[in-house]
C-alpha cells in the first residue's frame, strides 16, 4: 500500500525528481536497513504498454546480471496500485554530467572509467545482454570513483522475444551504431560502438556525430569518421586513438570482437603509462580536481573543434535519476523575449503591487504576483535580447537595534550601503550590475551601495531570463523572490506512438519517448510530431499565464 510516507516497504525519505512519465524517490528499506531508489510510474502511465514494458525489461536484464559495474535491480512490481522500481541508490552523479560541468574528462581518469565499463560490458554480454543505449547519461561514477552501467530498459536478451517497435529508432541517436542506422542487426558490438562515441566526448568534451538535426546526425554516423581524439587535444596519446578508432569503426566485423577483447588493449595502454585502473584512482583524480579545475578542459586548450555539440545538463543523483535523463533528456535552446506575451487580466491582477523600481517596508503586506512593466529602457543594452522584464516580488526590512546606522537627527545615514537577499525557483546564476554574485541558493544577503541596480536571473534551461532594476535604500535589507516557472510555458510530451521527433516551432527537441517538459517563451506555438513513416502530425497552441502548459499524447497515421 501507498501512505504520505511510504511505498509498501520503502519509506519514502524524499523525491528527488518528478516527470509526466514517473516520480523518482530516494526510500529507505527498513528491514536490510539501506538506501534504495524508487522509480514509480504515474498511474496514467500504467495504460502505456511501451512504458511498462521498458520497467519491466530493465528489472527483468539487471536481474540476470549482477556485477560491480552495473547497477543492481532489487525488486519490481506491477499491479492495479502501482508500478514501480526498486533499485541501487548510487551515491555521485554520470559522466554526462561530469563532462558538461567540467568540460571534458582528463584522458588518465576517462581510460580507468572506460576500463569499468568494458568490464560490465563483458559481463552483460556473457549473459546473452545487450544493452542498445550505451552513452555518458547512462553511466553513473559513484563517490568512490566506480563506474556503472544502468538503464536497461532497451536492452535485450539472447533467448527473449525482443520489444522493438517496427520502424522506430531504438537508443540515443548521436550514440546509434551504423548497422543500426541502416536498418541493420546490431548485436553486442553495436555496445562497443556506442561506448567508443561516449569516451571520444569524454576525453574531448566533443560529441562527434552530434548534429543540429535527427537526420544530420544520422548522416554523420553513416558517413563521417571524425578527427583522432589527440588532434583536439594535445597531451591524448595515440595508443588511446587507435582504441577510440577501433571502437567506432562502421564494420562491427572490424570492431573489438568482445569487450574482454578491448579491455586488454585498455590494461595494455594503463601499463605503458603507468596508469592505476582501480576506482580509487577515479576517486583520488576527482577529490584532486578541486571543483573540477584539474579535471576539466582547462588543462590544455582545445586546438580545433566539432559543430553543432550538444551538451548534456542533467544533473543526476542516482541510478533512476540517470535513466530517466538519459532516456527522455533532450536540450532546451534559448528562445524569445517574454516581452508582451503575459496576459493582460494577469498583468491587471497585479498591477501596482510593486511600484516600478521601488521598495516596501517590512510593515506594508508583500506583493503576492509578479507585474509585467512597459519601459523598455529600464533592461541595459548589455543584457541579452531574451530578458525578462517583470516587477520582482520586493519586501525590506531596517535593522533594529543599531544605533550606530542613525544620525544626528534620528534618520539613516545615507552612505551606509544596504544589502539584497535573493531567492529563485528553481534555481538561478544572478548577476547584478553585471558582475556575477554566484548561484541560488546563495549564502547570504548581497551588500550593495544605496542607490539604483539592475539584477538579471538566468538558467540554461530556460528559455528565458529574468531582469529588473531595483532600488537599494542605505542601511535596508530588500527581498526578492522569483519563480522563473511562472515565466514559461510548458509542453508535455505524454505518448507517441509508434514514435517522432518532436518539434516546436521548427526547433527539434529530440525523440520520444521524453518525460522532461519542453520550456517555452508565452504565446502562439506549433508543435510538430515527425516520422517518416506516418504522416505529419501538427498541433497550434496559445500558452499564456493563464493556460501554461499543454499535454500531448498522439498515435500517428499511417500515410
Known amino acids: 500500500m501507498e501512505g ?4 509498501g516497504p520503502y519509506r519514502i525519505d524524499a523525491e528527488i525528481a518528478r516527470s509526466s ?29 511501451d512504458i511498462r514494458k521498458r520497467f519491466e525489461r530493465e528489472a527483468q536484464v539487471c536481474a540476470r546480471v549482477k556485477h560491480e559495474n552495473i547497477v543492481d535491480i532489487y525488486s519490481y512490481r506491477a499491479d492495479e496500485e502501482a508500478t514501480l522500481l526498486a533499485m541501487e541508490f548510487v551515491e555521485g552523479t554520470s559522466l554526462g554530467d561530469m563532462i558538461a560541468k567540467r568540460g571534458r574528462i582528463e584522458w588518465r581518469v576517462a581510460l580507468t572509467m572506460l576500463a569499468g565499463v568494458l568490464k560490465g560490458l563483458a559481463y552483460a554480454h556473457s549473459k546473452g545482454v545487450t544493452h542498445r543505449d550505451i552513452k555518458p547519461d547512462n553511466l553513473l561514477v559513484s563517490d568512490e570513483g566506480r563506474v556503472k552501467i544502468t538503464d536497461f530498459g532497451l536492452a535485450t536478451i539472447a533467448d527473449s522475444s525482443k520489444m522493438t517497435v517496427q520502424g522506430a529508432v531504438v537508443g540515443t541517436p548521436a550514440y546509434l551504431p551504423p548497422e543500426q542506422v541502416s536498418g541493420g542487426v546490431s548485436d553486442h558490438r553495436g555496445d562497443l560502438y556506442s561506448t ?7 576525453a574531448t568534451g566533443v560529441s562527434p556525430f552530434s548534429g543540429q538535426t535527427l537526420s544530420d546526425t544520422l548522416k554523420k554516423i553513416l558517413n563521417s569518421n571524425p ?4 588532434s583536439l587535444i594535445a597531451e591524448i596519446p595515440v595508443e588511446y586513438d587507435q582504441i577510440i578508432a577501433r571502437l567506432l569503426e562502421k564494420q562491427p566485423s572490424k570492431r573489438y570482437a568482445t569487450a574482454d577483447q578491448a579491455l586488454e588493449d585498455v590494461k595494455r595502454l594503463a601499463t605503458q603509462k603507468g596508469i592505476n585502473l582501480e576506482s580509487a584512482a577515479v576517486k583520488s583524480a576527482m577529490e584532486a580536481s578541486s571543483g573540477g579545475e584539474k579535471l576539466s578542459s582547462a588543462i590544455l586548450p582545445v586546438k580545433t573543434s566539432i559543430s553543432s555539440v550538444w551538451w548534456k545538463r542533467v ?9 530517466l535523463a538519459a532516456l527522455f533528456l533532450a536540450p532546451v535552446p534559448r528562445g524569445e523575449s517574454l516581452v508582451g506575451g503575459v496576459s493582460g487580466k494577469f498583468i491587471s491582477a497585479v498591477k501596482g503591487a510593486v511600484s516600478a523600481g521601488s521598495l516596501r517596508r517590512a510593515a506594508e503586506p508583500p506583493p503576492t504576483g509578479v507585474a509585467e512593466l512597459p519601459a523598455a529602457d529600464r533592461i ?21 537595534g543599531e544605533e550606530k546606522l542613525s544620525t544626528a ?6 552612505d551606509l550601503p544596504g544589502k539584497l537577499a535573493i531567492s529563485c525557483r528553481p534555481w538561478a546564476t544572478v548577476t547584478i550590475d553585471n558582475i556575477p554574485h554566484g548561484q541560488t541558493p546563495l549564502p547570504g544577503p548581497i551588500e550593495l551601495s544605496p542607490g539604483q541596480h539592475t539584477v538579471a536571473l538566468t538558467n540554461s534551461e530556460f528559455p528565458i531570463s529574468f531582469a529588473e532594476t531595483v532600488i537599494i535604500e542605505p542601511g535596508v535589507t530588500a527581498s526578492l523572490d522569483v519563480d522563473l516557472w511562472m515565466l514559461v510555458g510548458r509542453i508535455n ?11 516546436v516551432d521548427g526547433v527539434s527537441y529530440g525523440m520520444t519517448p521524453r518525460a522532461k517538459p519542453i520550456l517555452v517563451p508565452f504565446g502562439r506555438r506549433v508543435i510538430e510530431l515527425r516520422n517518416p513513416a506516418y504522416k505529419l502530425w501538427s498541433l497550434t497552441v496559445t500558452l499564456d499565464q493563464a493556460t501554461q502548459s499543454v499535454d500531448v499524447t498522439a498515435e500517428l497515421e499511417k500515410p
Open 196 to 202: 567508443g562515441v561516449a569516451f571520444y566526448e569524454a
Open 315 to 323: 544533473a543526476v543523483i542516482a541510478a533512476g535519476v540517470a535513466a
Open 21 to 49: 512519465i514517473c516520480t523518482i524517490y530516494r526510500a529507505w528499506e527498513t528491514s536490510l536497513n539501506r538506501p534504495v531508489l524508487v522509480k514509480k510510474l504515474h498511474p496514467q502511465m500504467n495504460r502505456e504498454e
Open 409 to 414: 537627527t534620528g534618520g539613516i545615514r545615507s
Open 227 to 230: 578527427p583522432p581524439p589527440s
Open 380 to 400: 541595459p543594452s548589455t543584457l541579452p535580447p531574451d530578458v525578462k522584464k517583470t516587477a520582482p516580488i520586493l519586501r525590506t526590512e531596517v535593522p533594529h
Open 4 to 7: 504520505e510516507s511510504g511505498i
Open 493 to 503: 510530451i505524454l505518448s507517441v506512438k509508434p514514435w517522432a521527433e518532436v518539434y
